[in-house]
């Protein structure tokens, strides 16, 4: 079977329904691919900062959203040992100032069914499992996910696809099929063999859980900061809290070795309870809703975005989302940044329809398409990558955050402005509120 679309997208994620989402408004045919069956779960703080609201209006889930997410955040906490200092969240103009949380489960399914509902063919649960080919004529080759995770091959199992644009929006646990050495089925734990480095005693591991029955006061964001490692807490959908961090591998195994029997989830939970008081509290009467959840190693990529080669080169799929850059999570900018690049992209590959040509001059297209893109990349994310790489370094080292201390005590503001910094009210241009460009 040979299906043709104007464009392909590798990930069902934030990124990939927000291009398809786009594409679609525009008149585009496009190709989702989602390997993951939604809802599903997924390790992320679940937080979605202003900038987004307009954006989500736009993409036509705004009421959606607005009915499930948790309460208004408005206020932004340090949590370091038994130490708490607030301060206000800046508030974005417009109509919805504050950002909201909503999980995973939702949010991406929301994009998706959107997506579906305007005409997109969604391929879920189905496998990229090669993307070859060249900018005007790319292939790829899909496999259907088994029930048990497996990608099914063979004649009932496996479709190509072909299309003059394709969009790697696959997130940063997998290569692209076209750089992969070895598939992983599965989310989890990335290992020497699926392209990156080997383990390394500083790799970020990421968690997740969710609790009911929280004390955690509504609207309020904390973030954590410990010893080799930071995270935060909100409450999203339903009162639900959402835990997530990050620590480092050499830190979870002391921390393993102090809770021997445990499983490493649990480890990090006491270990988190143990080096901040206010997540103690926050837990203390709540109970878990569903099990651990657990990644890594997560590589953020400021060098490979400074030079902008995290955008792709001229003769690459362009790459949005975390598939582009990944900012450290701290500052819970990564979903801002994967509904924004793709925003960003939709609205040049709109803005030239010869790139949905074939041959010498879709390429050539496509060429220029990539240069200014990645200069618009830079210009909308570089600043908030940098901050957070800064602010995750001190936040690891509770020994310098605690000196700030006294100081943040006294300029609470100075909170206040570090999120401004992180791009909590920064959104795209050419989004207005009640926009439903070509819906
Ligand atoms: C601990 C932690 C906390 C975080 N907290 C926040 C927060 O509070 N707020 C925030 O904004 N961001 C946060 N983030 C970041 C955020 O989760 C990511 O930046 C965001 O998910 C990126 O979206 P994406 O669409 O680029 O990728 P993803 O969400 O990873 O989506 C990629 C999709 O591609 C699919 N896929 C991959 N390969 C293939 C293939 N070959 N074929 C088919 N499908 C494929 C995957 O199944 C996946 O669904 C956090 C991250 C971590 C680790």
């Avoid at 969009?167 to 997998?174: D, M």
């Avoid at 701290?330 to 940044?337: A, K, Q, R, W």
Wanted: aromatic content about 4%; some cysteine; glycine content about 12%.
């Amino acid at each position: 079977m040979q299906l043709h679309y104007d464009a392909i997208i590798v990930g069902g994620g934030p990124a990939g329904a927000t291009a398809a989402i786009r594409l679609a408004q525009a008149g585009w045919s496009v190709a989702l691919i989602e390997r993951e069956s939604f809802p599903r779960r997924k390790v992320c703080g679940e937080c979605i900062a202003a900038s987004n609201l307009p954006l989500l209006e736009a993409l036509g889930i705004g009421e959606a959203f607005a009915s499930l997410a948790g309460p208004e955040l408005r206020r932004v906490a340090l949590l370091s040992g038994r130490q708490m200092i607030s301060a206000a969240l800046p508030a974005a103009p417009g109509a919805q100032p504050w950002g909201r949380a909503l999980g995973r489960a939702q949010l991406d399914t929301l994009l998706v069914a959107r997506a579906r509902a305007l005409g997109v063919t969604v391929w879920q649960p189905c496998i990229a499992h090669s993307l070859g080919g060249a900018p005007g004529a790319y292939c790829c080759e899909l496999r259907s996910v088994r029930s048990d995770g497996e990608a099914r091959s063979g004649p009932d199992g496996s479709v190509a696809l072909t299309a003059p644009v394709a969009i790697a929006a696959n997130g940063s646990w997998e290569p692209l099929p076209a750089e992969r050495v070895t598939l992983h089925a599965g989310a989890g734990m990335r290992t020497g063999a699926d392209g990156h480095a080997g383990a390394r005693e500083h790799d970020l591991l990421a968690f997740k859980a969710n609790f009911i029955g929280s004390t955690l006061s509504p609207g309020l964001l904390p973030v954590l900061s410990f010893a080799g490692g930071y995270g935060g807490m909100v409450i999203a959908d339903g009162g639900m809290l959402t835990l997530a961090c990050c620590i480092q591998r050499a830190s979870l195994r002391r921390a393993r070795r102090a809770n021997p029997g445990l499983r490493a989830g649990e480890v990090v939970q006491a270990h988190l309870q143990e080096q901040c008081q206010g997540v103690a509290a926050a837990l203390s009467g709540a109970r878990r809703v569903g099990g651990w959840l657990a990644v890594g190693p997560i590589r953020p990529s400021l060098p490979l975005a400074a030079s902008g080669a995290a955008c792709g080169h001229a003769l690459a799929p362009f790459r949005i989302g975390n598939a582009a850059g990944e900012a450290h999570p701290l500052v819970g900018e990564g979903i801002s940044m994967a509904v924004q690049s793709a925003w960003l992209l939709c609205a040049l590959l709109i803005g030239h329809p010869e790139v949905r040509g074939r041959g010498r001059a879709a390429h050539e297209a496509q060429r220029a398409l990539h240069v200014q893109y990645a200069v618009q990349w830079r210009r909308q994310f570089l600043a908030r990558m940098r901050i957070a790489a800064c602010v995750a370094q001190l936040a690891m080292h509770p020994g310098v955050a605690r000196s700030l201390l006294p100081l943040l005590r006294r300029a609470p503001g100075l909170l206040t402005q570090g999120a401004r910094w992180s791009g909590k009210i920064r959104g795209v241009r050419g989004v207005s509120e009640g926009h439903q460009e070509n819906t």
